[in-house]
C-alpha cells in the first residue's frame, strides 16, 4: 500500500491496512504542525530532548486518535454487517476515549467523543449523499504576484490599430 492511500479508495470493511495508512498520514501531519507550534509559541523547551519528548506528547495521540477512529469504525462495520453512520459513531467514540486517556479526563474524552461523533455522522452522511464536507477553497481573491497578468482599470483599453470603417 502505498501513501498515496486514501480513506474510500475501499469499501468500508475492506483494507485496514490502507485506510490506516489513509487517516494516519493527516494525524501525523496535524500532530507535527500541532507540536511545531507550541513548541515554538509556547513551551519553547530548552535542548533537544525536551524539544523531541514535546512533539511526541503531541504527535502521538493524534495518531492514536486516529487509528482508534479507524480500528473502531472497521471493527463496528465487521461485527454489525452494515454499512452506516453508527460505524462512525463508533469509531469516534473510540478517538474520544484515546483523547480522555491523553488528558487523563474521563469527561473530555465523552465530550470529544460526542462532537466527533457528530462530526463522523456528518462526513458519512456527506460520502453517503453526494456532498462535500470540506469543499474545495475556490480562489476568488486577484494574487498579487505577478500583476502584470490582470487588469485593475476601470475600463479597458480598446484594441489597436482599428478603424470606424470610413
Given at each position: ?56 506528547y503531541f ?35 473510540a478517538a ?31 460520502v453517503d ?38
Amino acid at each position: 500500500m502505498s501513501l498515496k492511500a486514501n480513506y474510500y479508495d475501499k469499501p468500508e470493511g475492506d483494507d485496514l491496512f490502507g485506510k490506516m495508512i489513509a487517516t494516519n498520514k493527516y494525524a501525523l501531519a496535524g500532530g507535527l504542525g500541532w507540536s511545531t507550534v507550541e513548541v515554538m509559541m509556547v513551551s519553547k523547551p530548552k535542548g533537544y530532548l525536551p524539544t523531541i519528548a514535546r512533539y511526541v506528547y503531541f504527535t502521538g495521540p493524534f495518531v492514536g486518535m486516529a487509528s482508534a477512529f479507524t480500528v473502531g469504525a472497521y471493527a463496528a462495520n465487521k461485527l454489525r454487517g452494515r454499512d452506516d453512520a453508527w460505524n462512525y459513531v463508533a469509531g469516534a467514540f473510540a478517538a474520544g476515549g484515546v483523547y480522555g486517556a491523553w488528558k487523563r479526563n474521563v469527561v473530555g474524552g465523552l465530550v470529544a467523543g460526542l462532537i466527533f461523533s457528530v462530526a463522523g455522522a456528518l462526513k458519512k452522511q456527506s460520502v453517503d449523499e453526494g456532498w462535500e464536507f470540506f469543499p474545495a477553497v475556490k480562489q476568488h481573491a486577484v494574487s498579487s504576484i505577478n500583476p502584470n497578468r490582470y487588469d485593475f482599470t476601470l475600463t479597458k483599453e480598446r484594441e489597436r490599430g482599428w478603424t470606424t470603417g470610413k
